[in-house]
């Protein structure tokens, strides 16, 4: 295990109901609230409604929805002029990884006067922020107990994060209820990215971390065992409540810290986001069995079947190969069982760029020296290829 | 999964040479600082050389040395004033749990005129506290990441808890290389503690806890992989460690936000520890399978099964009674390879008292109603008396 500091600050409120606590959690900070949002689907659910109706009387609210599913750094270059214009004290995030992750970008952007797209290359930047306060309505990214922000930069076709304690959630309410309504489609999206993130920092070369793999490996088996029951019921309390208490916990330091080097799909997915603006969950879940394909060998077969194992219940063959290539089958038919389309084709990316990200994920992370295995341009076109077929075993 | 509140606001610096950061982390508090330790086996080790020559310069060091193994009530009292006389501004506790309880215990007595113990009877008579860091030296009790103190009054024979979140410590510096020196007696004393928080938040009956149970078994697997390993390599740092970081994340709240209802070998195992000022660790480690035997039942057998197929990767027999069986056997057996005496009779506690601490039992923990499975005056005695003779298997 490597030396490392945890802090993880963030008050949960973790529950049905608990957005009684909002108005007493914004009021620390001060009266004028940034409401940010996405698309409006928390117009629909009456989320939107509810807050308004808590924070009426004491708040002075001052609104940026449209937050794209992928932010823009143009989001957040606006949404910081509305903090400076309107002496904005918090930032009220409600929605998913996007919309904290652009509130992030914000509220950093808020105290900088260069272009915050400069974070993404230098996170020391951000030097000070406003505080933030969100209200979570998808499973997916973990955004809502961490310092991470991925911004997107379409002219440069560029999706990078930055990281700093100062954009660490103040309090985030989670209410399981609100992912009543999240389409299957964004539903196994979700938990694609919570297993991501939880695979990404499972499949790491830092020796004696049973702490973090065994909290990681019982994790995994909760997003295994509930996705499948929220996807067929989606008002279905305990799963709803397990998917949303496992993705903050897939991402708030604890699988992660102690742990040395970079992560390898989410760098290769980045990519596809960037260039093809797709669903950031399902680009994962592609990528993910390919490249535990691309790295099966004799020195990561161990790792692969303890997970196999662990997660899959599935024996330790006395041949480790043979265990592990059951568990990238089973990783495989998981997702294709959800519904995820699998293949790039299915959301609608040919062979023309694939080179071209190959070298770009090259390019914004050290995929070749720091990851669990060094991928070179090649490997990573190489993934990129395989993910255009349906996976045979 | 029931509501909650999460709040974990700790710092934790881990690893070794983390004590760097102690002059840093204490120095915004103030510059007076009271040290409080046990019973000086940190001048022994040299660690104590050591915090004074990072603080010399720059702060003023009250002592309060000779905290009890079971910190008594006195202690608490003499603290707090040394603290009103020297206008102390920070606690800082070197040591395990009783060093660090009766910390938070004088953090908190400073600012309350009345008799510290009553905080055991009201936690909310705790309304302020001195800020407290912790230099933690033993993997044991968590009190290094939550806001739980346990006092003992040896007059009244009593040790009870109280829970406030202003007792958190703001920082602790774990450092895995400051428990090599940690005794065989104490490291599975220690271990047996982690266990048993995870045991106690783990045979719960509220349902959908499944994010909370897979934390708590991969901890578990992590507890009972490597104390044989410190046992025998003390200054195996892989070992010490993971223990180390099991033994916070095992109490800081993971494993038991969510769920409802109170322990049960802790409020047994206190009334040992209060008669006969026994190691904690070591009672828990004799009940704890005791009590397992006297709960399993066709309703209880499920979760034992379950724990022994994911702790020990029990085949799940078709008769659950079996592998429940075979499971309480390991947790037995286990204790005794690590050399735990595991009657009561090797502790030094006889038959006389059973009955009288069995009545304290249910007096100060409502045993017969809140717990996993409800326990009567008799059923605490006759585990008690189970206590008495090895188990046969």
Redesign the interface.
Known sequence: ?????????T????????IR?LASSLKVYGKNVLLTYGGGSIKRSGLYDTILDELKNDFNIFELGGVEPNPRIETVVKGAEMCRTHDIDVVLAVGGGSTIDCAKGIAAARFYDGNPWDFTSNSRLVTKALPIVTILTIAATGSEMNGGSVLTNLETKEKLSFHSRHVIPKVSILDPTYTYSVPSYQTMAGSADILSHLFENYFNKT?????Q???????M??VY??TPIALKNPED???R??LM??SS?ALNG?TG??KAGIWSCHGIEHELSAYYDITHGIGLAIITPRWLQHILSDKTADKISQFGHRVFDLTLDANRMTTAQETIRIVYETFVSWGVPMTLGEVGIDDSLLEEMAVQAITHKPLNTETYVSLSKDDVHEILKMSLTEMNF
């Open positions: 295990m490597n030396n490392f500091s945890f802090q993880v600050p008050t949960i409120h973790f529950g049905e109901g608990q606590k020796p004696d971390t049973m702490v793999d065994g909290i990681a490996e019982g994790l088996r909760t065992h509930y309390y305990g799963a409540s397990n208490w496992a916990m604890l810290s102690g």
